[in-house]
């Protein structure tokens, strides 16, 4: 199937194989109740991470409590964790032949992702969770996970422009599908840090839906304010790290006090401290692969928003005086290279282009050829060299890591280059 990047046939493809809805993952799950509570976290950039936070502090405090986030990185299954462990493949694969079943059977044909939304679910109550911590897959009003009619809590993260095809061009069409999550009596925390346009419509939306107190984290001196920077120091996290942890306190207390468990916010602040998220802002090495001694940096950073942020951490902790940054790129077709390169690039920076493989049971997601996004970010910025590499991934690290030397090394543009990354690390 050919794509055209953001063209017609390319959008026309696109809605073809993405068809938002919530009959089918209805009709998956059938009209039982589901028996453990939800935090439901929608958002453009950071819902993952404040996912990661989110569990992490509720498992600290003993509570039983599943995570389920997307995409996955290496294997289908690992978007799905049972008190912060991935879950079985054994498990995982049991599930999935009932759920296939069902909408085998009954003639659902059901998306990709509503399967994997139902096997996940019905994994948490298999093994009987009490609080399962769930990302939002595309927009919030409509996708497959916004079948939960109870949660505990909704977050809202930063909204930017990213999908456009599928939830609009604005902030304001953007906002009104992700602010699709919030629900009658449900509290809701929000990023008060959003685009105007963004808390406008949020605000609406929560009046005619008659949702729960909505909290808004707000910023002051450019500092999020939440009661866990009293037990926390903010040293080691950046700006919007501190967001993403301030919003998944603020939801993990809510939840805590709802089902009156007691908690200790030293407690909850140590967890945070353990929290791992791969793939974004993560220093890892690639020395089996290349043979580098110095670590480089993997981001999935995948639109203007996250480019941005990724851009200012680069120049703030990983760019050296006179020394450029070896930039490896892959990005999604669709993106807008107009706002995501200026983000990451600086005059004499070297960039080196791959595309990522092909992504299990997700088809329409394609990568951009390589000499499309070369050619742009030639004509922006002056870089010392840059090249689309020809042969295999491994191949264009070992010839990055040398041409880079001692200097910085960055990946980043797509959280599927970084599974194949951790992919390839893995299998070394």
């Given at each position: 199937m050919k794509f055209v990047s953001r063209g017609?046939?390319?959008?026309?493809?696109?809605?073809?194989?993405?068809?938002?809805?919530?009959a089918r993952i209805s009709r998956l799950l059938g009209e039982s109740v589901l028996p453990w509570r939800a935090i439901h976290v929608a958002g453009t950039n950071g819902k993952g991470s404040?996912?990661?936070?989110?569990?992490?502090?509720?498992?600290?405090?003993?509570?039983?409590?599943?995570?389920?986030?997307?995409?996955?990185?290496?294997?289908?299954?690992?978007?799905?964790?049972?008190?912060?462990?991935?879950?079985?493949?054994?498990?995982?694969?049991?599930?999935?032949?009932?759920?296939q079943l069902k909408n085998e059977n009954e003639g659902i044909?059901?998306?990709?992702?509503?399967?994997?939304?139902?096997?996940?679910?019905?994994?948490?109550?298999?093994?009987?969770?009490?609080?399962?911590?769930?990302?939002?897959?595309?927009?919030?009003r409509l996708d497959a996970t916004n079948i939960m009619k109870d949660p505990l809590v909704t977050v809202i993260s930063k909204i930017g422009k990213d999908h456009e095809v599928l939830l609009g061009s604005t902030f304001s069409e953007i906002a009104y599908q992700k602010a699709g999550v919030l629900k009658p009596?449900?509290?809701?925390?929000?990023?008060g840090t959003n685009h105007e346009d963004v808390l406008s419509v949020i605000a609406d939306v929560s009046k005619s839906t008659k949702s729960g107190m909505v909290k808004y984290v707000e910023e002051v001196n450019g500092q999020p304010q939440s009661e866990i920077w009293t037990v926390q120091s903010r040293a080691a996290y950046q700006r919007h790290q501190q967001m993403?942890?301030?919003?998944?306190?603020?939801?993990?207390?809510?939840?805590?006090?709802?089902?009156?468990?007691?908690?200790?916010?030293?407690?909850?602040?140590?967890?945070?401290?353990?929290?791992?998220?791969?793939?974004?802002?993560?220093?890892?090495?690639?020395?089996?692969?290349?043979?580098?001694?110095?670590?480089?940096?993997l981001d999935g950073a995948?639109?203007?928003?996250?480019?941005?942020?990724?851009?200012?951490?680069?120049?703030?902790?990983?760019?050296?005086?006179?020394?450029?940054?070896?930039?490896?790129?892959?990005?999604?077709?669709?993106?807008?290279?107009?706002?995501?390169?200026?983000?990451?690039?600086?005059?004499g920076d070297i960039l080196v282009v791959v595309e990522f493989g092909?992504?299990?049971?997700?088809?329409?997601?394609?990568?951009?050829?390589?000499?499309e996004i070369l050619d742009t970010a030639r004509a922006m910025v002056e870089l010392e060299c840059s090249w689309a590499a020809q042969g295999s991934l491994r191949d264009a690290l070992r010839i990055a890591a040398e041409t880079a030397g001692d200097r910085p090394m960055v990946i980043a543009g797509s959280l599927y280059l970084v599974s194949d990354v951790l992919r390839l690390l893995r299998y070394s």
């Open positions: 017609p046939c390319y959008k026309q493809s696109l809605r073809a194989m993405i068809e938002l809805g919530l404040v996912c990661a936070y989110a569990s992490s502090m509720l498992h600290a405090c003993g509570v039983p409590c599943g995570r389920f986030t997307s995409p996955h990185l290496i294997d289908r299954w690992d978007c799905i964790t049972v008190n912060e462990e991935v879950v079985e493949e054994s498990l995982f694969r049991q599930t999935e032949r009932r759920v044909k059901a998306a990709e992702f509503e399967l994997l939304t139902a096997i996940a679910f019905e994994i948490f109550a298999q093994e009987k969770i009490k609080i399962g911590v769930v990302e939002v897959g595309l927009g919030g009596d449900v509290p809701a925390i929000v990023d993403n942890i301030s919003l998944a306190y603020e939801a993990v207390t809510l939840s805590l006090k709802q089902i009156q468990l007691s908690f200790n916010p030293e407690q909850l602040a140590t967890a945070i401290q353990h929290t791992s998220w791969q793939g974004r802002l993560q220093m890892l090495s690639i020395k089996p692969l290349t043979g580098r001694t110095q670590p480089i940096l995948h639109n203007a928003q996250s480019a941005v942020v990724l851009g200012s951490y680069v120049d703030e902790r990983i760019r050296e005086i006179r020394k450029p940054v070896t930039w490896i790129v892959a990005i999604s077709k669709g993106k807008d290279l107009q706002e995501i390169l200026p983000a990451l690039l600086k005059k092909p992504v299990d049971q997700m088809p329409w997601v394609q990568p951009m050829p390589a000499e």
